[in-house]
C-alpha cells in the first residue's frame, strides 16, 4: 500500500500545539530550542501558552505550523516512510523538510523570511481572498480573467477541491468577481479573513525577496517523490524544486490536481502530519474511497 504524506498550510495552527511532544521528548525538546535561537524568539511560548490572537502573528504563524509538522516527522522515525509527499501552500516546505531535501535550520529561515516577506508584499498593495463553492471551476477561471483584463486583479489560488477554489487580488477585484459567480449561482461565496492576496500577482515583491534565499539554500535529492503546488507533478530534482518553490507565491495551489495525481500515481492512504485535519476533509471531497489519518502527537 503506497502512503503519501501529507503536511498542512496557514490557518491549521492553535493554542497549545506541540506543547505535549515539547514536555514529552527529548529530542522535540532540542528541535524546539533550536528553532527559538534561530528565531530569535522564543516561539515555543507563543505556541504553548498564546491565545489565538497571538498565533496569528505574521513572524508565527508560518514557523508554528512548520515546527509542529516537521519535528513530528524527525519523531517518527522510521515510521516515517512515505512513498510520496506534498504540502499546502506553507505545507510544502514542512514536505520537504520531512522528506530530506532541506535540512531543519535552513527551511526554518526560509520559512521566517517567506512569512515576513508576505507581509510586506500585503503591506504595498492591499488584497483579499474568497471561498467559492460549488461552482465550477471553469466559470471561476473565465471569470478572473476578465475582471482581470478590466485593470482589477484577481485569480484563482487554490483549487482545494472540485467544489472549492478560493480566489484572490486587488479588493474590488475579488468584490466584483463575488458578485459575478454569486449572480451565476454559487452555493455560496466567503470573503476570508486574510491580510492579503496570497498565490496571486500581488506576492510578485515576495517572490523576488525570496527568490535569492531559496537559490542560496542547499537542496538534495528527496528520500521520495514530492508534489509541489506550482505543477502538482512529481519530481526529486532539486534545481526543479527550487524554481518551484519560487514560483509558488505568485503561482495557484494546484491541491485537487495534486491530489488526483497522486492517486493515479498509486497512492492508498493520505496521512496528515502536523495541526489540524483540514487537508484530510479535502482528500476526502476529491476522492471519498481514499483511506486517510492524520498525527498530530507521538
Request: charged share 20%; glycine share 8%.
Amino acid at each position: 500500500m503506497k502512503k503519501a504524506y501529507i503536511f498542512p498550510g496557514q490557518g491549521s495552527q492553535f493554542p497549545g500545539m506541540g506543547k505535549d511532544l515539547y514536555e514529552k521528548e527529548e529530542k522535540a525538546k532540542q528541535l524546539f530550542e533550536k528553532a527559538n535561537d534561530i528565531l530569535g524568539f522564543r516561539i515555543t511560548d507563543i505556541m504553548f501558552n498564546g491565545t489565538e490572537e497571538d498565533l496569528k502573528q505574521t513572524k508565527v504563524t508560518q514557523p508554528a505550523i512548520f515546527l509542529h509538522s516537521v519535528i513530528l516527522a524527525e519523531l517518527l522515525g522510521e515510521q516515517f516512510n512515505p512513498d510520496m509527499v506534498a504540502g499546502h501552500s506553507l505545507g510544502e516546505f514542512s514536505a520537504l523538510v520531512a522528506a530530506k531535501a532541506i535540512s531543519f535550520e535552513d527551511g526554518l529561515k526560509l520559512v521566517s523570511k517567506r512569512a515576513f516577506a508576505m507581509q510586506k508584499a500585503c503591506e504595498l498593495e492591499k488584497g483579499t481572498m474568497a471561498a467559492i463553492i460549488g461552482t465550477d471551476t471553469h466559470s471561476i477561471i473565465d471569470i478572473c480573467q476578465n475582471i482581470t483584463k478590466d485593470k482589477q486583479t484577481v485569480v484563482p489560488a487554490n483549487f482545494n477541491n472540485p467544489q472549492q477554489v478560493v480566489i484572490s487580488g486587488t479588493e474590488k477585484g475579488v468584490e466584483r468577481a463575488m458578485e459575478m459567480l454569486e449572480a451565476m449561482g454559487a452555493k455560496r461565496v466567503i470573503k476570508l479573513n486574510v491580510s492579503g492576496a496570497f498565490h496571486s500577482p500581488l506576492m510578485e515583491p515576495a517572490r523576488i525577496e525570496l527568490q535569492e534565499a531559496i537559490n542560496d539554500t542547499e537542496i538534495k535529492k528527496p528520500i521520495c517523490p514530492i508534489y509541489q503546488n506550482a505543477t502538482a507533478q512529481p519530481t526529486t530534482h532539486p534545481m526543479d524544486i527550487k524554481i518551484n518553490l519560487v514560483q509558488q507565491l505568485t503561482s495557484p495551489v494546484l491541491w485537487t490536481q495534486t491530489i488526483e495525481n497522486m492517486i493515479t500515481n498509486g497512492a492508498e492512504e493520505f496521512i496528515e502530519v502536523g495541526p489540524g485535519n483540514v487537508l484530510q476533509g479535502l482528500v476526502k471531497k476529491i476522492n471519498r474511497k481514499m483511506k486517510t489519518s492524520g498525527i498530530q502527537t507521538i
